[in-house]
């Protein structure tokens, strides 16, 4: 059975969307992707709003079966991850309204996830995605292609996570087992 994973890298200049179909196999197919923009000088209220708009029309139209956001960390820049807060809480939301099952994850997964290194940047993650979506032009902006990263981490989640149960880690890729690596490294974090 496919999976539909909806993907969001949450923001309020740039907020991006990557819808991706996910076979048992884990060959993935993209569905859809965008960027929801909006201009630093428009009301918060209204920034919202445009955000709140697009994600009830990409519900209604792609129907995921499960949302991908990206966990909102710390930075030294205190109103960016607020933006990045109040975006999340946005998604989320319209997801919980609808039944959607929403996952998180760190920047750190979805990098491991999609390159096999957990510190790797954003032009790797970038082709990477390209890569697994077999697309003929890279997704643009970056914001688009971290979306449809987020997507396919959690749809190979499962995957990676019933993998190392069944082989004590022995038949995941590289990819997989530094995505494992960084997850558990999150999970430790949580604690």
């Known amino acids: 059975?496919?999976?539909?994973?909806?993907?969001?890298?949450?923001g309020l200049t740039r907020c991006g969307f990557g819808v991706v179909d996910v076979e048992p196999n884990r060959r993935a197919t993209l569905a859809g992707v965008t960027v929801v923009g909006t201009s630093?000088?428009?009301?918060?209220?209204?920034?919202?709003?445009?955000?709140?708009?697009?994600?009830?029309?990409?519900?209604?139209?792609?129907?995921?079966?499960v949302l991908a956001v990206e966990r909102v960390f710390s930075q030294l820049n205190v109103s960016t991850v607020m933006g990045t807060a109040q975006a999340s809480g946005i998604v989320i939301t319209a997801a919980a309204r609808r039944g959607i099952t929403v996952a998180h994850h760190?920047?750190?997964e979805v990098k491991a996830a999609v390159t096999g290194n957990g510190?790797?940047?954003?032009?790797?993650?970038t082709k990477m995605v390209t890569r697994i979506l077999r697309l003929d032009?890279?997704?643009?902006?970056?914001?688009?292609a971290d979306a449809l990263a987020?997507?396919?981490t959690h749809a190979w989640r499962g995957s990676a996570?019933?993998?190392?149960?069944?082989?004590?880690g022995r038949s995941l890729t590289p990819a997989q087992r530094a995505w494992a690596e960084a997850q558990a490294r999150a999970q430790?974090?949580?604690w």
């Open 150 to 152: 987020l997507a396919i």
């Open 106 to 108: 760190t920047p750190t």
């Open 40 to 65: 630093a000088d428009v009301p918060l209220e209204q920034r919202l709003l445009a955000i709140a708009t697009a994600i009830d029309e990409w519900l209604d139209r792609y129907t995921p079966d």
């Open 188 to 190: 430790r974090r949580k």
């Open 161 to 168: 996570t019933t993998a190392s149960a069944a082989a004590g």
């Open 119 to 125: 510190q790797a940047d954003k032009a790797a993650v």
């Open 137 to 144: 032009t890279p997704p643009r902006p970056a914001d688009a």
């Open 1 to 10: 059975m496919t999976l539909r994973v909806l993907g969001i890298d949450p």
